[in-house]
Structures are given as C-alpha cells and as structure tokens.
C-alpha cells in the first residue's frame, strides 16, 4: 500500500474523498480528470479507494438511503472529534473498513426492503387496490325521457355513495320495469360494498347469462373480484380468464391481476 496514503491526515482525506466524488460525479475539468486517471493507474490503493466510493454511489440510490448516508457521515465526523489521536495518526486501512461496513449495512437494509416488496399481498388488498365503483354518469347526466327521476334519484345516492338507499330505489325500479337489466350491475356493486356477495353474484349472472353487450365485461369484472373479496381465488381466476380472452379495458386490468394471483394459495 502507498506511504504516503498512509500517512494521510483527516484534512487530506475529506480532500481526498471530495475529490473522488467529484470525478464519480463528472465535475471535474478535463486537467484534473486527466491527473486522476493517471494517479488511479499509478497507485492501486488510490485505485481501490476510487472503487470503493463508486461501489457506495451505485447502492445509495433512494431517499431514504441518502438519510442512512447522512447518519454515516455524522458519526463519521463524531468519530473524528472524540478521536484523541494526532492529526496524521489515521491510517487509510480504517477509512476503508469503515466505508466497507457502510455499503454491508445498506445492503443488509435494501434486501429487507426487497423482502417487503416482494411478499405477496393478501385477497383482500387486491380487492381494494381494484375495486372501484362503477360510474354511473351516462345514466345521470341523460336528458333522454327514459331516464325517470326515481331512476336519476337512486343513481343520484349511487354516486354519493349511499349504497344502501340506492338498491332500495334500483329495486323499485326494477320491480315496476323488469327491461332495465342494465341496472343489476349497479345493483351488484351495491351488494358488493355493503358486503353482501351472494346477492352481488346473483346480479350480476343476470347480465352474464343474458349476454349483455354492454355490460358483460363489467358483469365479468365484478365478479372476480367478488370472489377474489370471498378468497375464492380459483373462481376469481376462470373469470379473469374469461375477461382475458374478451376486448375492452377490462382485459389489461383482468391480465394484470391473473399475474399477480399467479402463487396465490387458493
């Protein structure tokens, strides 16, 4: 190892360790680039060093990491004050070591993360990541005559999330016009928030086995994730199957969470 590394004092090795990162960083001119590079090929301790801090630079990428860099650099410099050694008594072997232990304790803590990251969430959030209501704004926002006021008023409390004064008005509805089918979705989701998911089911077959157009894709999607609230996963599955061989948005969503349930326990 180079003496004179050795023998450097606390002063020149913050210039040291500034310098270094200032070439990692790309801020130095090409002079002083050129005189690094060359002292790197001279001296491979300067080298091991240079290394060492690149090393660091890679593995601090997020926020939090630069706070744990911060907490380091911190003690670091408490290290130096208590330190009741002569200014050029610091040899560079314990600058290394101590970095050394930096860069294991941060890659002790992103494996951790890692870990969360990667355990597999429950049913129930995924049920809440995908789940959302159903708008009902082409019903509400019609001037059509067909669209009555009960039928406004009840989608009206939909929207405001009054789900349980919504299915009493929906119900009405249907029990005097048993042709707005189209209405069971609403009625199912209804069923769904109030955690009713046999009823909810029950709604929305109706528009799966009369094949409608316009809702089956989102009788489709309601279902799986129905079942997918009930753990049901093998049932939420065949009908995420089914909405991955259909067209529409709810193909993208369906393909997405069929990866996801992919080592899902059924």
Same mark, same amino acid.
């Given at each position: 190892?180079?003496?004179?590394?050795?023998?450097?004092?606390?002063?020149?090795?913050? $210039?040291?360790?500034?310098?270094?990162?200032?070439?990692?960083?790309?801020?130095?001119?090409?002079? %002083?680039?050129?005189?690094?590079?060359?002292?790197?090929?001279?001296?491979?301790?300067?080298?091991? #060093? *240079?290394?060492?801090?690149?090393?660091?630079?890679? *593995? =601090?990428?997020?926020?939090? /990491?630069?706070?744990?860099? $911060?907490?380091?650099?911190?003690?670091?410099?408490?290290?130096?004050? $208590?330190?009741?050694?002569?200014?050029?008594?610091?040899?560079?072997?314990?600058?290394? !070591?101590?970095?050394?232990?930096?860069?294991?304790?941060?890659? /002790?803590?992103?494996? @951790?993360?890692?870990?969360?990251? =990667? $355990?597999?969430?429950?049913? +129930? #959030? &995924? &049920?809440?990541?995908?789940?959302?209501?159903?708008?009902?704004?082409?019903?509400?926002?019609?001037?059509?005559?067909?669209?009555?006021?009960?039928?406004?008023?009840?989608?009206?409390?939909?929207?405001?999330? #009054? &789900?349980? #004064?919504?299915?009493?008005?929906?119900?009405?509805?249907?029990?005097?016009?048993?042709?707005?089918?189209?209405? &069971?979705?609403?009625?199912? =989701?209804?069923?769904?928030?109030?955690?009713?998911?046999?009823?909810?089911?029950?709604?929305?077959?109706?528009?799966?086995? +009369?094949?409608?157009?316009?809702?089956?894709?989102? @009788?489709?999607?309601?279902?799986?994730?129905? !079942?997918?609230? %009930?753990?049901? *996963?093998?049932?939420?599955?065949?009908?995420?199957?089914?909405?991955?061989?259909?067209?529409? *948005? !709810?193909?993208?969503?369906?393909?997405?969470?069929?990866?996801?349930?992919?080592?899902?326990?059924?």
């Amino acid at each position: 190892m180079n003496t004179v590394l050795w023998e450097l004092d606390m002063e020149n090795q913050e $210039q040291l360790f500034e310098q270094i990162e200032r070439y990692l960083r790309g801020l130095l001119n090409q002079e %002083e680039k050129l005189d690094f590079e060359k002292r790197m090929q001279e001296n491979p301790s300067f080298r091991e #060093e *240079v290394e060492l801090h690149q090393t660091l630079e890679t *593995v =601090i990428q997020d926020k939090n /990491v630069h706070a744990l860099k $911060q907490t380091l650099d911190e003690s670091w410099n408490t290290f130096k004050k $208590q330190e009741e050694r002569s200014r050029n008594s610091l040899p560079f072997f314990q600058s290394y !070591y101590f970095k050394l232990a930096a860069v294991l304790l941060l890659l /002790v803590l992103s494996v @951790a993360t890692i870990w969360e990251l =990667i $355990q597999p969430k429950s049913n +129930q #959030e &995924y &049920y809440a990541e995908y789940f959302s209501p159903y708008e009902a704004r082409a019903f509400t926002r019609s001037d059509s005559d067909s669209v009555t006021f009960a039928l406004r008023e009840a989608l009206g409390k939909y929207e405001r999330e #009054e &789900y349980r #004064e919504s299915l009493e008005g929906l119900n009405e509805i249907l029990a005097g016009d048993s042709s707005q089918v189209e209405l &069971y979705l609403y009625i199912g =989701i209804c069923h769904m928030v109030l955690d009713e998911e046999l009823e909810a089911l029950s709604s929305f077959k109706v528009l799966i086995d +009369q094949g409608n157009e316009l809702f089956l894709t989102q @009788a489709h999607w309601y279902t799986a994730l129905t !079942y997918l609230k %009930e753990d049901q *996963v093998d049932s939420a599955r065949a009908e995420l199957k089914r909405l991955s061989g259909m067209s529409g *948005v !709810y193909k993208k969503k369906a393909d997405e969470l069929l990866e996801l349930l992919q080592h899902t326990d059924t």
